[in-house]
C-alpha cells in the first residue's frame, strides 16, 4: 500500500526537514533510464554475448532469463572477479546505458523538485547502481549537472559495491561531511532500502506503480510515494 502524503503529512515532513544531504538514486527516481531502450533487451545481449565467446556455461538459468543487465553483471563478476571479462562486460553495460539516457523519460515532477532542493540549499548527490558517465550525460541534457557537482557516486569496476552495498551512499556521506542521520535518500529498490538501512541513512520510497511499491513496502520502507509532487508542495510550503 501506498502512503499518500495527505494522510501522513507529519511523517514525511519530519523525513525532509531534518535532511541537509539528499541523496538519491539514479534510475526511478530522477527518470526511467530504459524507458526507450529496453532493460530487458540489453539483459539478452550481454548474455549472447558470453555465449558467443564460448561461454554458455557460466550463467545459471535463472542468471541467464533474469533480464536484468546487473544480474548479469553481478554473476560474472562473482564468478571472474576483477579479470578482463567483467571489464568489457561492464563497458559494454555503460554503452548500453549511455544509448538508453537518449531516450529516458523524466520522472514526473522531478526536475523542479531536484531544483528546488537545491534553490533552498540542501545539497544533492546521486548514489546509484548505473555508470557515473551515464548519469552526468542525462543530467547534462536536462540542465541539471550544476544541482548535483561534482557528488556523483556510481558503478565503478568493483562491482561486489553494488548496492545493496552502502558502499556509494559511504562515498557521498563522506565527501559531503555529513552525518548519516542528516542525509535522506530517495530510492525505489528493496535494494536502495537496504543500502540505506546499511549506511544508517533515513529512506524515502518512491513507487511509480503497485507492485513496486508493495516491494518497497516488503522490504521495511515505512514512507513510499506514488508521486514526487506532494514532495515538491511540501517544499515550496
Given at each position: 500500500m501506498t502512503i499518500e502524503t495527505e494522510n501522513d503529512p507529519h511523517e514525511l515532513r519530519d523525513l525532509t526537514g531534518r535532511a541537509r544531504v539528499v541523496l538519491w538514486d539514479f534510475d526511478g527516481p530522477i527518470c526511467r533510464l530504459f524507458a526507450g531502450h529496453s532493460a530487458e533487451r540489453v539483459a539478452s545481449d550481454l548474455?549472447?554475448?558470453?555465449?558467443?565467446?564460448g561461454l554458455h556455461g557460466l550463467l545459471s538459468e535463472t542468471e541467464r532469463e533474469s533480464l536484468d543487465p546487473h544480474v548479469v553483471l553481478r554473476a560474472v563478476d562473482r564468478r571472474h572477479p576483477g579479470s578482463?571479462?567483467?571489464?568489457?562486460?561492464?563497458e559494454r553495460l555503460t554503452q548500453e546505458e549511455l544509448r538508453a539516457?537518449?531516450?529516458?523519460?523524466?520522472?514526473?515532477?522531478?526536475?523542479?523538485?531536484?531544483?528546488?532542493?537545491?534553490?533552498?540549499?540542501?545539497?544533492l548527490a546521486i548514489t546509484t547502481n548505473n555508470s557515473p558517465r551515464v548519469v552526468r550525460t542525462y543530467l547534462a541534457g536536462r540542465g541539471l549537472a550544476d544541482c548535483f557537482a561534482p557528488h556523483i557516486y556510481g558503478r565503478t569496476r568493483e562491482l561486489h559495491h553494488l548496492k545493496p552495498h552502502p558502499h556509494c551512499l559511504n562515498r557521498a556521506l563522506n565527501a559531503m561531511g555529513?552525518?548519516?542521520?542528516?542525509?535522506?535518500?530517495?530510492?525505489?529498490?528493496?535494494?536502495?532500502?537496504?543500502?540505506?538501512?546499511?549506511a544508517g541513512?533515513?529512506?524515502?520510497?518512491?513507487?511509480?506503480?503497485?507492485?513496486?511499491?508493495?516491494?518497497?513496502?516488503?522490504?521495511?520502507?515505512?514512507?513510499?510515494?506514488d508521486s514526487l509532487e506532494p514532495l515538491l508542495r511540501l517544499l515550496r510550503s
Open positions: 548474455v549472447s554475448w558470453l555465449e558467443s565467446r578482463d571479462l567483467v571489464a568489457e562486460l561492464e539516457a537518449t531516450s529516458a523519460m523524466p520522472t514526473p515532477y522531478a526536475d523542479p523538485l531536484i531544483r528546488t532542493w537545491a534553490a533552498v540549499g540542501s545539497r555529513v552525518a548519516p542521520g542528516d542525509a535522506l535518500m530517495i530510492g525505489d529498490t528493496p535494494s536502495d532500502r537496504e543500502a540505506a538501512e546499511g541513512v533515513p529512506f524515502l520510497g518512491y513507487a511509480r506503480n503497485g507492485r513496486k511499491a508493495g516491494l518497497l513496502k516488503a522490504a521495511g520502507a515505512d514512507v513510499v510515494l
